[in-house]
């Protein structure tokens, strides 16, 4: 494991991110303790979960709200789809 001092870490921090990301193993030195920098692969749902403390039925029924509002908006034209040259002549 590489372990780096927080001052060395905050000097070169996307290269030691770009490193964990490809499974490198990447430690910080926090006090008496290292700090692993992990990949760490995350879901909508464990996200609801983890950060809002909803459960796996409130995340279904937002889903299904959402996918039900997006079939609205379809049928009624409100939302279409448009190239990245449509989307900057319309901000402009």
């Known amino acids: 494991m590489k372990t780096l001092t927080i001052t060395d870490a905050k000097k070169n921090l996307g290269r030691w991110l770009g ?11 926090c006090g ?9 692969d995350v879901e909508s ?17 937002l889903e299904q709200a959402t996918d039900n509002r997006y079939r609205e908006l379809r049928r009624a034209g409100k939302l279409v789809t448009v190239t990245a040259e449509q989307l900057r002549k319309m901000v402009e």
């Open 45 to 61: 749902t464990d996200y609801a979960q983890r950060e809002y403390a909803a459960t796996p039925e409130q995340v279904a029924a």
């Open 32 to 40: 008496a303790d290292i700090i692993a920098l992990r990949k760490v």
């Open 19 to 29: 490193l964990a990301s490809r499974g490198e193993d990447i430690g910080i030195i």
